[in-house]
């Protein structure tokens, strides 16, 4: 989902549309599905991290790197519509966090092989899915 708003073919309607549905993957569930979907959400914000976009000469970047982090909260870690203005401010907290935790992170992400974010993704929604 990240991947397709820093790319265009997605839309906020579309994330959020998407979380209405079937609601915020960290938040919902069972223990070991929400443990599956939190490493899938350590993976994604290692994987930020390692990019490196927020530390981008490019404003163009920075601010595709900040919604792809602000999808993120929204998808793993806010429920409910945006109309309310808890959801909305929970939202902006948690894409404040994932966008602190990416930049801090990005000294130790560099250092990781490039598919070690891959794998805690894949291994997170092996056992979310298994849960399920």
Do not use: K
Not at 76 to 86: K, S, Y
Not at 117 to 131: H, Q
């Amino acid at each position: 989902m990240g991947a397709g708003l820093r790319w265009g073919s997605l839309g906020i309607g579309d994330v959020e549309t998407a979380t209405r549905l079937f609601g915020a993957t960290v938040v919902t569930g069972g223990l070991t599905a929400r443990a599956g979907m939190a490493a899938v959400l350590v993976g994604a914000v290692v994987d930020e991290a390692r990019r490196g976009g927020l530390w981008a000469d490019s404003w163009v970047e920075r601010g595709a790197a900040l919604v792809a982090g602000a999808t993120l909260a929204l998808l793993f870690l806010v429920e409910g519509p945006a109309q309310r203005p808890w959801v909305v401010g929970s939202w902006a907290v948690a894409a404040a966090a994932v966008a602190v935790s990416a930049l801090a992170l990005h000294p130790l992400a560099r250092r990781l092989p490039a598919w070690a974010p891959g794998l805690a993704v894949v291994a997170g929604m092996v056992v979310a899915e298994a849960a399920g």
